[in-house]
């Protein structure tokens, strides 16, 4: 967003919406269909997340940019493009509040209304746990030492050691 949000001189642009004073600390952001769309590289979710965003909500996202999200900790969430329209026209007041409920699986205004998003299963609890891919895996560490010992008896030519090029 750095040229819409900032000048050639580097000077913010008031009429950017991100510049406005009612969204300067926003953690979600309303995007609209195919978010992420050009931004394969996990720069583009870091951004994001060293902006302060902790959750993005569109009706779909860029694959890339969908997965890397997960990945780096920023969630995001899938919802109905009507869910997505009443809560851009929320947003527009004074002093938008929303608030994201991952457990729920909904979006809530400050006087209770909610929308639901969908988001995978492990996602979720993963983003819940604030664990990355290495700490998932580490969660099946006592199958996967038992497939490794299993393993080993079964094919045990797999597991013999490198002769060195000495």
């Known amino acids: 967003f750095s040229e819409w949000r900032f000048g050639a001189a580097g000077e913010e642009r008031p009429d950017f919406v991100l510049n406005e004073p009612r969204y300067r600390q926003a953690e979600i952001l309303l995007t609209g269909p195919n978010f992420g769309c ?23 996202f860029a694959d890339i940019f969908y997965e890397n999200a997960f990945r780096n900790g920023l969630l995001a969430a899938l919802v109905e493009p009507e869910a997505l329209e009443e809560l851009c026209l929320l947003a527009q007041g004074d002093a938008p509040h929303l608030t994201v409920d991952l457990e ?63």
Do not use: H
């Open 38 to 60: 050009g931004s394969s590289r996990e720069a583009a979710v870091w951004a994001l997340a060293r902006y302060g965003f902790r959750a993005i909500l569109a009706p779909k």
């Open 104 to 166: 729920r699986c909904e979006v809530r205004t400050a006087g209770g209304r909610s929308w639901r998003f969908a988001v995978p299963g492990p996602r979720r609890l993963a983003l819940m746990r604030g664990d990355d891919e290495i700490a998932a895996s580490l969660r099946n560490l006592p199958a996967i030492e038992a497939f490794e010992t299993a393993d080993r008896q079964a094919r045990p030519w797999s597991y013999a050691p490198l002769l060195s090029a000495r």
